[in-house]
């Protein structure tokens, strides 16, 4: 598949170089100099100028690509080159990083196909490392909505029930169940939760909390920290 990218910033290039790996032609459109040089070094082809600009898409390819990302810091850029590639019938994806946009955003880009946070899900993923809980941010979906990846420890108050008899939270929903070395699936009822097993869920932040108590139990540093207060929040 051929992607243009605006921006070859740190979320930018990186997107690039996974798209590449995966043996995907890739065009970065950046007009910061470092930025290109830098991106150049790694042998992307890379289109000096604004990203927000026609003629600029148009050098870039945008009418022959499959998809757009507009992953730059300026949001506005973001949504007029998306608005630019949707004309070209492209898939676009805009990156957006402050949350209370996003209604804006939705409401007057309705041609845009995804909103991503790059910044929520770095701040997700180092949450959970300090939590020290099995699971991981996969993507988010909304201004509120998260899907993660949990595996059950020895711990999980759910360990030894089957998929049936597992209650998560109303603003949570269960998509996919693997066994610790298998694949993932659609959950079947009868299927038990066992040590390493994996599910992936759609969650309202504000439940997330709760979600991992459930399928991963507290981790030895919350257990300890308990402990040593006498269990008083």
């Known amino acids: 598949m051929r992607f243009v990218i605006i921006g070859a910033g740190r979320v930018g290039l990186r997107t690039a170089r996974v798209l590449r790996d995966e043996d995907h032609e890739v ?57 630019i590639a949707n004309h070209y019938g492209c898939r676009t994806v805009m990156r957006i990083d402050e949350d209370y946009r996003e209604n804006i955003y939705r409401k007057y880009a309705d041609e845009v196909d995804e909103v991503i ?50 209650e998560l939270p109303a603003d949570a929903t269960l998509l996919a ?29 504000d439940v997330l909390s709760d979600v991992r108590q459930i399928l991963v139990g507290e981790s030895p540093a919350v257990a300890a920290a308990n402990a040593g207060s006498g269990g008083v929040n």
Do not use: W
């Open 177 to 205: 169940f693997g066994k610790r070395d298998g694949v993932l699936e659609i959950p079947t009822a009868d299927e038990s939760l066992e040590t390493g097993d994996r599910l992936v869920v759609l969650a309202d932040f």
């Open 27 to 83: 065009t970065l459109v950046e007009r910061d100099e470092p930025r290109v040089r830098r991106a150049r070094n790694q042998d992307f082809r890379v289109v000096v100028g604004d990203g927000s600009r026609e003629d600029v898409l148009e050098d870039a390819g945008i009418d022959g690509a499959d998809a757009l990302g507009a992953l730059t810091s300026d949001l506005n850029a973001n949504f007029a080159a998306c608005m």
């Open 117 to 166: 946070y790059p910044e929520r899900l770095g701040a997700m993923g180092a949450k959970n490392a300090l939590l020290g809980g099995t699971i991981r941010a996969i993507a988010d979906i909304a201004q509120s909505l998260q899907i993660v990846e949990l595996a059950i420890t020895d711990d999980a108050p759910v360990h030894g029930y089957t998929i049936s008899e597992l």
